[in-house]
């Protein structure tokens, strides 16, 4: 990596640590862990510098602190905050002892639900007044709008509050972090919101560092060099081309068909200048889908959307709508319409069911789940509609419908976006018993060969002549994680 970085005339700035604990909101308060990871950095810090400083030097530049400490830090006693200035101070004071001309450089997360700007502020300045930092050390918050924890008409706020207090530090340089991201769909934002986020920080920071172009827009990652070209340009010429010459979001139709499961929909909106990043979809208050744009989509000028509600559980006169959300989160008007919803009965909502299941259970089922007529309205992996399965070769469900019924299909679902490793399994296998023991009439299909609508494979086989109280269902050869929302049985 050094090698790759001093041809390319990079500066690199490496983290000589991990640990897990990093990552959590209360690591300082975790026994002598702060102490230890700090210790354990400096040691493996002073090896990688006696390997390869000599050969590289200053491609060598810096250091990496890995922790992403939060604004959790409002929950923190006087006693943890002392723990979090230690913990900075053995680090840093270890590599000033090593080498003082290679700058620190740390990257904070907030999240808006645990403090506002002013007082996350207020608190990064209590522990900052307890820290040895050196002239050149390096502050550098992610902007958190690629993971939503604040957004793009937000995070300024925090950057502002921000650099009043490191303006009293004058040891302490104030960099920015935008998130080339949308942790939604662990998507890639367009250029049109990155620049948004540089422009609008640029006020108040020193320079940047760009999260994560590795990942999101290295065309070798993303598969397209469209987003690398697209930054390419900017960065040669400032200049940016937007989706379009209007600032809204602007409604074209919305109809709806009939289908086998419920009620599909479909809505059309025109571009705006930032691009729009998903649609809501409702049934009067109720959200029941979320649509993301595909990155191939975003500068089409105009994007159509579809989903089907196949929660809806009553014949009945509803009213549909649908609101596109630009990358800014500007709202476009709300389209409507009214559908006279005339659905398939779903006999298996409410019904018990039991699983074979013995894998991982980080994201556990509570046995209700999955027959509950709730469905995902988002393509994450960590929808509340969902439950995950993992680390076995196959999962079966058999639910108990109460008594002997005719059935018309078996809708089996499962999340295929990529979210947190999800994909469906290779196969599922239905099959029927009247006494829950003997199964019969099984019925296999190639899984993967199914329409993916909003991140989740709708696996729906139809059945004829068959009358039986169990269905059981089969996820076969799963390939990685599995993330269920609904197993639905129409009568």
Request: aromatic share 16%; glycine share 6%; net charge negative.
């Amino acid at each position: 990596m050094l090698a790759q970085c001093q041809s390319h005339g990079m500066k690199a700035y490496i983290s000589p640590n991990y640990s897990e604990e990093g990552w959590y909101n209360n690591n300082v308060t975790i026994g002598n862990w702060y102490k230890e990871f700090s210790t354990d950095s400096v040691a493996i810090a002073k090896e990688l510098y006696s390997l390869y400083k000599d050969k590289y030097g200053d491609t060598l530049y810096g250091w990496y602190f890995v922790p992403e400490f939060t604004n959790y830090f409002v929950n923190f006693t006087d006693d943890h905050y002392n723990r979090a200035a230690e913990m900075l101070n053995i680090y840093i004071d270890g590599i000033n002892e090593l080498d003082p001309s290679m700058p620190f450089l740390m990257s904070p997360y907030f999240v808006e639900q645990y403090s506002d700007a002013k007082d996350t502020a207020s608190k990064y300045d209590k522990v900052f007044a307890k820290i040895n930092f050196r002239k050149g050390d390096i502050f550098c918050p992610q902007d958190c709008v690629g993971s939503g924890f604040l957004n793009a008409q937000t995070f300024v706020e925090y950057y502002k509050e921000l650099k009043t207090v490191i303006d009293k530090y004058p040891n302490l340089a104030f960099w920015g972090n935008p998130e080339s991201f949308k942790q939604t769909n662990w998507s890639t934002a367009p250029i049109t919101r990155f620049v948004y986020q540089l422009e609008t920080a640029a006020p108040y920071v020193d320079g940047f560092i760009s999260f994560a172009y590795s990942h999101y827009y290295a065309p070798d990652v993303c598969g397209t060099s469209t987003f690398h070209d697209d930054y390419v340009k900017y960065y040669n010429t400032g200049e940016v081309t937007y989706y379009s010459d209007k600032e809204e979001i602007t409604p074209i139709s919305i109809e709806s068909t009939a289908t086998s499961t419920g009620v599909g929909l479909t809505a059309t909106f025109e571009n705006s200048k930032y691009g729009i990043s998903y649609v809501e979809f409702y049934r009067e208050t109720e959200l029941v889908a979320t649509a993301h744009t595909e990155m191939e989509d975003y500068s089409k000028e105009s994007i159509t959307y579809s989903i089907t509600d196949k929660s809806v559980e009553a014949n009945n006169e509803y009213k549909y709508s649908a609101i596109a959300y630009d990358f800014l989160l500007r709202p476009s008007e709300k389209q409507e319409i009214t559908v006279d919803v005339k659905i398939p009965e779903c006999i298996s909502i409410g019904k018990k069911y039991a699983s074979d299941y013995t894998g991982n259970n980080g994201y556990p089922d509570d046995g209700k789940r999955l027959t509950d007529g709730i469905y995902a309205t988002s393509d994450s992996y960590s929808d509340k509609a969902a439950s995950g399965f993992a680390d076995v070769s196959s999962v079966s469900f058999v639910i108990d419908l109460g008594e002997s019924t005719e059935i018309s299909s078996v809708l089996a679902r499962g999340l295929s976006s990529g979210s947190g490793g999800a994909i469906i399994s290779s196969n599922v296998e239905i099959s029927f018993s009247d006494d829950g023991i003997t199964f019969n009439g099984a019925i296999s299909v190639d899984a993967t060969t199914y329409e993916i609508e909003n991140g989740y494979s709708n696996v729906l086989i139809p059945v004829t002549g068959i009358t039986a109280r169990y269905v059981k269902v089969s996820y076969i050869s799963l390939r990685n994680w599995l993330f269920i929302d609904e197993i639905a049985v129409y009568k």
